[in-house]
T-cell receptor, first 113, second 107 residues
Framework: NAGVTQTPKFQVLKTGQSMTLQCAQDMNHNSMYWYRQDPGMGLRLIYYSASEGTTDKGEVPNGYNVSRLNKREFSLRLESAAPSQTSVYFC????????????FGPGTRLTVL | RKEVEQDPGPFNVPEGATVAFNCTYSNSASQSFFWYRQDCRKEPKLLMSVYSSGNEDGRFTAQLNRASQYISLLIRDSKLSDSATYLCVVNDYKLSFGAGTTVTVRA
C-alpha cells in the first residue's frame, strides 16, 4: 500500500496562475482533508470531505476549491494563486471517524511569486 | 486566543535526559487528544493518543488534565532520533493542531 500520495512535491507559480494539487489514498478511507502549514503556525484545515460526494469548508477556504473525484481522490485547486498561498500543503485521510488516526501525504511545497 | 497553544521551544537536551512539555487547549468540550511527530519538512505522523487516565508507550508518557485544560508529553532517556517537532492535536468536532514544540537531542 502506498498510503496517501500527493503530486506534485514542489511547485512554483506566478501570481494569478492556476493549478491543481492531487491527492490519492489506497486505504479505502471515507474522509479526506486538505491542510496548509505555515512557519510558526499549526496545520490549518482548508477543506474536507467526510465521504465520497461531499465537501465542506474548513478554517481557511478562501482562494481554494476542492473536488472529491471518487473515494480515492481529493484534489485542491487554486484558481488564481496569490503570494499569501505560499505554503506547504498536506492531504490526509482517516477511515471512519475523527478519533481515528489521520494519515498524511508527503506534502506539496508551493511558492507563489 | 488560539485553540491549541504550545511552547515552540526549542528544547535542547543531552542524550539520556528527560524532557517534558505541555499543550493547552481552549475548548473544554474537546473530546480526544493526540501527539503527532513531525520531522523536518516531512508529514506529521501519529505518536500516541492521550487518554484520560494517562498512557505510556515505551519511553513516552502522555497525560491529560481536563481541569486545567492541558496535555503533556514526557520523553525519558532521550535518543538522538527523538529530535523532531511534536504537534499537539485536539479534537473538538474537528482536529485543531498546535504549532509544535521542537526538541533537539544532542550527543
Amino acid at each position: 500500500n502506498a498510503g496517501v500520495t500527493q503530486t506534485p512535491k514542489f511547485q512554483v507559480l506566478k501570481t494569478g496562475q492556476s493549478m491543481t494539487l492531487q491527492c490519492a489514498q489506497d486505504m479505502n478511507h471515507n474522509s479526506m482533508y486538505w491542510y496548509r502549514q505555515d512557519p510558526g503556525m499549526g496545520l490549518r484545515l482548508i477543506y474536507y470531505s467526510a465521504s465520497e460526494g461531499t465537501t465542506d469548508k474548513g478554517e481557511v477556504p478562501n482562494g481554494y476549491n476542492v473536488s472529491r473525484l471518487n473515494k480515492r481522490e481529493f484534489s485542491l485547486r487554486l484558481e488564481s494563486a496569490a503570494p499569501s498561498q505560499t505554503s506547504v500543503y498536506f492531504c490526509a485521510s482517516v477511515s471512519r471517524q475523527i478519533s481515528d488516526t489521520q494519515y498524511f501525504g508527503p506534502g506539496t511545497r508551493l511558492t507563489v511569486l | 486566543r488560539k485553540e491549541v497553544e504550545q511552547d515552540p521551544g526549542p528544547f535542547n537536551v543531552p542524550e539520556g535526559a528527560t524532557v517534558a512539555f505541555n499543550c493547552t487547549y481552549s475548548n473544554s468540550a474537546s473530546q480526544s487528544f493526540f501527539w503527532y511527530r513531525q520531522d523536518c519538512r516531512k508529514e506529521p505522523k501519529l505518536l500516541m493518543s492521550v487518554y484520560s487516565s494517562g498512557n505510556e508507550d515505551g519511553r513516552f508518557t502522555a497525560q491529560l488534565n481536563r481541569a486545567s485544560q492541558y496535555i503533556s508529553l514526557l520523553i525519558r532517556d532521550s535518543k538522538l532520533s527523538d529530535s523532531a517537532t511534536y504537534l499537539c492535536v485536539v479534537n473538538d468536532y474537528k482536529l485543531s493542531f498546535g504549532a509544535g514544540t521542537t526538541v533537539t537531542v544532542r550527543a
